[in-house]
């Protein structure tokens, strides 16, 4: 596997993680703005809260190939040896997409936890940003 990685990064293996991983911090602050609309506390004139919800629902979707994505390349090429902070924070937002993607499922009154795991995923997505791609690219320490 840490071969096909290295092939289909053509040996650019950080700087492919460090973009998808940005990509997903991105989209993460946007699914937040999306639910603020969707929820009815941010009124937007060209954006209706039903409109919000379905974009905020795909682009979930997209989120959770690309973390996915990124959670393979990382497992595979890199490992858990030199991870800490940063493959800790990783398995226990992993965890978190999961149990969120698990409550989207079921519905019902357990959807009351969607908020607090949606705001739970976004600190989590930044934090294992700053502990990779931030390091990398020389952000916040």
């Known amino acids: 596997m840490e071969q096909f990685i290295e092939d289909v990064t053509r040996g650019n293996v950080t700087e492919v993680k460090v973009i998808l991983a940005s990509v997903v911090v991105g989209l993460a602050i946007y699914q937040v703005l999306l639910m603020v609309v969707g929820y009815g506390k941010l009124r937007v004139r060209l ?4 409109s919000a919800s379905w974009t905020h629902r ?9 973390t996915v994505i990124v959670a393979v390349m990382c497992l595979s090429y890199y490992g858990f040896e030199d991870g800490g ?4 924070v990783a398995c226990v937002l992993l965890g978190v997409l999961t149990v969120k993607v ?18 739970s995923l976004l600190m989590l997505f930044t934090v294992t940003w700053f502990t990779s791609a931030g390091d990398f690219l020389g952000v916040g320490g």
């Open 102 to 119: 698990a409550v989207v499922r079921i519905g019902g009154r357990v959807s009351r936890l969607l908020p607090l795991l949606g705001i």
């Open 85 to 88: 902070t940063h493959a800790i």
């Open 47 to 50: 954006l209706a809260p039903g």
């Open 58 to 66: 795909a682009i979930g979707d997209t989120i959770v190939v690309l």
